[in-house]
């Protein structure tokens, strides 16, 4: 039995995008986040671990340790550049799962998959500091730029993969991509934003009531140690593991929904899709 193919050139509304997005994942979820871990296990580990051995040492830090200063500090930063690959790894992994796939017709190609992940790496690198400095800049300027930079950019990473752009080209083209479907994409952008921080807000929940329950438990306590001794406490670290494995799966669906929208808007500017089926009649 031949496994159902999700066709991604063609114009969708917002309801469809979301709801392709999520038929996408329950049809290739498992494949495609393997494909993200194979890529991106390392930096995320080493994120998790930099996490954890900073909670840790949240909870000796009230005893002056001046070792326990310069662990957490070090982890801080461990954990931010570890952080900063992992997201890299899992944007392009997920997307040029998402070109294999379209590529072959639902057939991926994970050495593909990895090969073009290697090969982009500091192109995407360098597209998302341009982006952050493109947002900082429009946040310094009375907020308001962001909420147009914010949906250009958004698509930025589609133009850098389908399109095979360099970091600087994806960053030129996404104000002339928008043009005229502006308010189409703020919508879906803003959306879906809202409701992947809902989504990923729920896997937080069980590690916030555990923290406030030890930390009330606490509260009568003469000694300070104990108070900041949750941070290492097993449960409460692994309930924070687990949310961070959540609010990863949910930024896929970013992810995903981005790559329909960057189709979406292709296909009415250019009938990118069309094109190609109608040629595939006459073969």
Known sequence: MNKEYIEFKRERDLGSIISDAFKFIRLEGKQFFLSILKVAAIPIVVAVASMIYYMISMSSIITEDASAVIGMIGSVFIMMIAYLVAIVFINLAGMYYIKSYIDNKGVVIQEEVVANTKAKFWSFTGFGILAGLILFASAMLCVLPVFYTWPALSLGASI??????????????????????????????????????????????????????????????????????????????????????????????????????????????????????????GQ
């Open 160 to 281: 850098l993969v389908f399109q095979n752009e360099t970091a600087s080209g994806a960053v030129g083209k996404c104000f002339n991509f928008i043009s005229g479907y502006f308010w189409e994409v703020f919508g879906v952008v803003f959306v879906v934003s809202i409701l992947v921080s809902v989504l990923g807000y729920v896997f937080q929940i069980p590690a916030m009531i555990y923290q406030f329950a030890k930390m009330g438990l606490s509260m009568g306590s003469d000694d300070p140690a104990e108070v900041f001794g949750f941070f290492s406490d097993p449960i409460y670290l692994i309930l924070n593991v687990v949310s961070i494995a959540g609010q990863l799966m949910f930024y896929s669906i970013t992810l995903i929904t981005n790559v329909f929208l960057y189709f979406d808007v292709n296909e009415k500017k250019n009938l990118t899709g069309t094109i190609e089926r109608i040629d595939s009649l």
